[in-house]
């Protein structure tokens, strides 16, 4: 059986790092040689989309003719346009969780039929967990965006006294930091569930708020 090839797009960024550590062997785009996309799609089976969706959109539109695709984005109601036509996939892990965390989700509504054998075959020794696409975003709601939300409206004051609470907080703050800020914001504001979310935190502090004895 060939090899297989790949192309990692935004292969600089944080999860394209981590691709290229798991596939060393893989052809690499980034912003300042992506005039030569069609070259590497040419003699690729498949390419990873490692860039925020607005870009990997345009990607796919500019290039009907390759079906090797693998769209990588937190936001999948954002790719359904793409039915049949790519492979979609979020693996759970990043830079810092690699080696620790092997969750792929593969998002069966979106992907093309057998697709999942493809990925069962890059990633042998990964978890890979089937479900429609909006299963994952209402479940991305609730482990990605509610803490991108409080990391977005969180400041650090870095105080020289810290308590075990208070380093928890600067790990929740610290998310932003260690995001693509673009990728990062995508997540929060593209997901569907992320205004009932922002309703509900709102409503817990109204009460919070009114039960405050000194104003």
Known sequence: MNEIKTTIIGSKGNLGSVLLRLFPDSYCIDINNKNELNKYLEISDYAFLSVPINEEKNIIKNNPDFKGFIDLSSVKGEMAEFKNRIISIHPLFGPLSYE???DIIFINDISYENSIIVIKKLFKNYNVIPMKYDE??????????????????????NSEIKTNSYIKFIETYNIKNNENIENFMNTIVLNRNSYKI?????????????????R
Not at 143 to 155: E, F, G, H, N
Not at 198 to 213: A, N, P, Q, Y
């Open 198 to 214: 922002i309703e509900e935190m709102e409503h817990k502090l109204d009460l919070l708020k009114k039960s405050i004895k000194y």
């Open 136 to 157: 994952h975003d209402k479940l991305i709601s609730e482990i990605l965006v509610k803490p991108y939300i409080l990391s977005y409206i969180s400041d650090s004051l």
């Open 100 to 102: 620790k965390n092997i």
